[in-house]
Nanobody
Framework: QVQLVESGGGLVQPGGSLRLSCAAS????????MSWYRQAPGKERELVAD????????NYAGSVKGRFTISRDNAKNTVYLQMNSLKPEDTAVYYC?????????WGQGTPVTVSS
């Protein structure tokens, strides 16, 4: 069964940190570009960061650059999003996505709330 399962979301105070994980199964993880997206209430889903299949190249949205780090462990079929210096505007449901030439797979999302 092809699936992505996110974990690690929760409630954190402004300035705090969280590490999201996304575990893949049912497909050749190391062949896929992996991405993290987020969707805040009433807003469109937006790209947060992505990472190439080898992990050599990463890309970030301007709003998170310098605060978030995407990484992957192909041996564990897992992609991570380390989020530091969190702000209230980072509050959203965070989704991971796997993309190859002919297939796109989405996870179910994990909520992140940044509030005091």
């Amino acid at each position: 069964q092809v699936q992505l399962v996110e974990s690690g979301g929760g409630l954190v105070q402004p300035g705090g940190s969280l590490r999201l994980s996304c575990a893949a199964s049912g497909f050749t993880f190391s062949a896929y570009v992996m991405s993290w997206y987020r969707q805040a209430p009433g807003k469109e889903r937006e790209l947060v960061a992505d990472i190439t299949s080898t992990g050599r190249t990463t890309n970030y949205a301007g709003s998170v650059k310098g605060r978030f780090t995407i990484s992957r462990d192909n041996a564990k079929n897992t992609v991570y999003l380390q989020m530091n210096s969190l702000k209230p505007e980072d509050t959203a449901v965070y989704y991971c996505k796997a993309r190859a030439l002919t297939r796109v797979v989405w996870g179910q999302g994990t909520p992140v709330t940044v509030s005091s």
